[in-house]
């Protein structure tokens, strides 16, 4: 079955580390995104990918770098530079063609904490 | 981004009855698309219903319908007889038509008692 798989489950990191979430799609969908959720705050967009090799920012990238070397793969890094990394991230794809009417499918998510 | 409003945190409803969530959007456009997902206690996003702005009718999906008020930019979900398995937080998204981002808003936790 097609779907979105996100990987690892839970994540620990420790301060001053680098940490690298996966996140793999077999659904052909062009478009790939990272968002962040925290209690309170909803989704939050980090980063999205139209093309590959494309990316931009959305609206809390800092701390955050993404590659999308690969049309099912989209993997976000998490660098030392971002203060408060504790989160749940979820990863969700899109068919390009009639976007915006397909909404997204997601990942079951990535838990991170930092220790 | 858009923005997307939740105005009621929490609410709980007893089995079998109904519940609105409401949710209220700026936005600039005349054509776009609104969601409501679900996310049960395994975090797993579902999408729930989808409503076309140009479409005057209202979406339904089973249990689940939307009452969609363009002109008050006004997006509230309706959940009829409930179950306990509807206990979830439920997330309220805008996507413009040339867009391809959605905006969620904050979310609104839902408890179905026994």
């Known amino acids: 079955d097609g779907g979105i798989t996100q990987s690892p489950k839970y994540l620990f990191r420790k301060e001053g580390q680098n940490v690298t979430l996966s996140c793999e799609q077999n659904?052909?969908?062009?478009?790939m995104y990272w968002y962040r959720q925290d209690p309170g705050q909803g989704l939050r967009l980090i980063y999205y990918?139209?093309?590959?090799?494309?990316?931009q920012k959305g609206d809390i990238a800092e701390g955050y770098s993404v590659s999308r070397e690969k049309k099912e793969s989209f993997p976000l890094t998490v660098t030392s530079a971002q203060k408060n990394p504790t989160a749940f991230y979820l990863c969700?794809?899109?068919?390009?063609?009639?976007?915006?009417?397909?909404?997204?499918?997601f990942g079951s998510g990535t838990r991170l904490t930092v220790v | 981004a858009q923005t997307v409003t939740q105005s009621q945190p929490e609410m709980s409803v007893q089995e079998a009855e109904t519940v609105t969530l409401s949710c209220t959007y700026d936005?600039?456009?005349?054509?776009?698309?609104l969601f409501w997902y679900k996310q049960p206690p395994s975090r797993q996003m579902i999408l729930v219903i989808r409503q076309e702005a140009y479409k005057q009718q209202n979406a339904t999906e089973n249990r689940f319908s939307v009452n969609f008020q363009k002109a008050a930019k006004s997006f509230s979900l309706k959940i009829s007889d409930s179950q306990l398995g509807d206990t979830a937080m439920y997330f309220c998204a805008f996507s413009g038509s040339n867009d391809y981002k959605l905006s969620f808003g904050a979310g609104t936790t839902v408890t179905v008692r026994a």
């Open positions: 936005t600039s456009e005349s054509n776009y698309y």
């Open positions: 659904l052909n969908h062009d478009a």
């Open positions: 969700a794809s899109s068919p390009w063609t009639g976007r915006g009417y397909y909404g997204y499918t």
């Open positions: 990918s139209q093309i590959v090799n494309d990316f």
